[in-house]
């Protein structure tokens, strides 16, 4: 079964700080992972995902996150905060296993990212 | 571009009562995914379907059932309502072949509060 951990359930940056927000993933078989970003009282926005190939993933709103087997991390970062990224940041896997191929997605607790100005 | 649609967007019911929640996914889109957000948690999955047909039942409560339609929307139909089942409820779809295939888009969510 997949699972995600996110660590840090709150971080807080200056805006141009470097963001680093941590996930690390747990499954049987090669993992789909995505990172979606929740603005207050919105839906899920997907911001960038990793199925196969290219490790290092660029997404939108100048976010990338690298997939470290080894590690089995899937770290979400972005050179410069900006003040309108602060929002609620979740990981998840897709379960994919087998046949079933259902890719139902397993989230991660979220982080919830601050910007001081 | 398209993008999912949820109705309504907010909804207040009473414990004991009835809700159905509605979700038209993005056009070519024959995956739909029903997820529960409670307050402060993560989002959880509740049930799937594939075109038209039942693909994957998560923590979904034997009081909820859904259905997916002849025109992909799906509806998800909440009985007895309890104090606990208040939440934000999202859709999401995506297309489960190609390129895109696992690539979840999500609804804006209809927020139930059950009074």
């Known amino acids: 079964a997949q699972s995600v951990t996110q660590l840090g359930s709150h971080v807080s940056v200056s805006e141009g700080a470097l963001v680093l927000l941590r996930c690390n993933y747990s499954?049987?078989?090669?993992?789909?992972l995505f990172w979606y970003v929740q603005y207050p009282n919105q839906g899920l926005q997907l911001l960038l995902k990793?199925?196969?190939?290219?490790?290092l993933v660029k997404g939108i709103n100048g976010f990338e996150a690298e997939f470290k087997k080894s590690e089995t991390s899937f770290h979400l970062t972005k050179p410069s905060a900006h003040m309108s990224d602060a929002a609620e940041y979740f990981c998840a896997v897709s379960d994919r296993a087998g046949s079933s191929n259902t890719g139902k997605l397993i989230f991660g607790q979220g982080t919830t990212l601050q910007v001081k100005p | 571009a398209a993008g999912v649609i949820q109705s309504p967007r907010h909804l207040i019911k009473e414990k004991r009562e009835t809700a159905t929640l509605k979700c038209y996914p993005i056009p070519r889109h024959d995956t739909v995914y029903w997820y529960q957000q409670g307050p402060g948690q993560d989002p959880q999955f509740l049930i799937s379907f594939y075109e038209k047909m039942q693909s994957d039942k998560g923590s979904i409560p034997d009081r909820f059932s859904a259905q997916q339609f002849s025109d992909y929307h799906s509806e998800l139909n909440m009985s007895s309502l309890e104090l606990g089942d208040s939440a934000l409820y999202f859709c999401?779809?995506?297309?489960?072949?190609?390129?895109?295939?696992?690539?979840?888009?999500f609804g804006p969510g209809t927020r139930l509060t059950v009074t």
């Open positions: 990793y199925t196969t190939g290219a490790t």
């Open positions: 999401a779809s995506s297309q489960a072949q190609g390129i895109y295939s696992y690539e979840q888009y």
């Open positions: 499954s049987s078989v090669p993992p789909y």
